[in-house]
């Protein structure tokens, strides 16, 4: 059964666009990692609100792309621009097309 990691990010004022910038390559390398589909969404009432939504078929795959030196490197790079913490919440998917 496929397993959805959801991370929600929320940026400092005057900052989500240097954020995205940053973020959107690391979040495109999740397939190199195993993800099975993945989107980076924007919030229309907030927009320093932003969501990470990703399909795996195990766990393990996601903490391979969260801690490898990569996304770590990534993860760095963007540590003055949003809020702390960012903890995934795990989902499991029960229907899609």
Do not use: K, N
Request: charged share 25%; proline share 6%.
């Amino acid at each position: 059964m496929s397993e959805v990691c959801v991370l929600d990010w929320h940026t400092a004022p005057f900052r989500a666009d240097r954020w995205l910038d940053r973020w959107e390559p690391a979040a495109a390398r999740m397939p190199a990692f195993g993800a099975r589909s993945w989107s980076l969404t924007r919030s229309v009432d907030d927009p320093l609100a932003f969501q990470q939504t990703s399909v795996w078929e195990s766990r393990a795959d996601f903490e391979r792309y969260w801690y490898s030196g990569e996304i770590e490197a990534a993860r760095t790079s963007v540590i003055d621009l949003h809020d702390l913490p960012i903890l995934p919440t795990w989902h499991t998917l029960l229907a899609a097309e």
